[in-house]
């Protein structure tokens, strides 16, 4: 049974460094992309970091320099780290993963498994 739970969501002032985990369970994360997403409130779900499962990045331009997807096989986890926090980076943020995966995947159809999310607030 597959299970991915994101975790180190919270309340944090702008400018602030915030690192999100991602533990994932029954796949191993080699041969599967992965990705972060954010939904924010009112708004669509939308992808804010990927890496291909040949651990390619990319980033949209909107989070570009400040997101940081990366993963530790070891433990069967990725994170994003988010550097220089922002208010508009307030939302729910949610890991997910697509077996084979070996070009990026951009869209939230392509995933097939999902966490169920952390918030972030970021707020003075």
């Known amino acids: 049974q597959v299970k991915l739970v994101e975790s180190g969501g919270g309340s944090v002032p702008p400018g602030e460094t915030l690192r999100l985990t991602c533990a994932a369970s029954?796949?191993?994360?080699?041969?599967?992309?992965l990705a972060w997403f954010r939904q924010a409130p009112g708004k669509e779900r939308e992808g804010v970091a990927y890496?291909?499962?040949?651990?390619?990045?990319w980033n949209p331009e909107s989070t570009r320099g400040r997101f940081t997807i990366s993963k530790d096989n070891a433990h069967n986890s990725w994170f994003l780290q988010i550097d220089s926090l922002k208010p508009e980076d307030t939302g729910v943020y949610y890991c997910?993963?697509?077996?084979?995966?070996?070009?990026?995947?951009?869209?939230?159809?392509?995933?097939?498994?999902w966490g169920q999310g952390t918030q972030v607030i970021v707020s003075s």
């Open positions: 997910a993963a697509v077996k084979g995966g070996y070009f990026i995947a951009k869209t939230v159809a392509e995933y097939d498994y």
């Open positions: 890496m291909s499962a040949l651990g390619d990045t």
């Open positions: 029954g796949f191993s994360l080699p041969y599967h992309g």
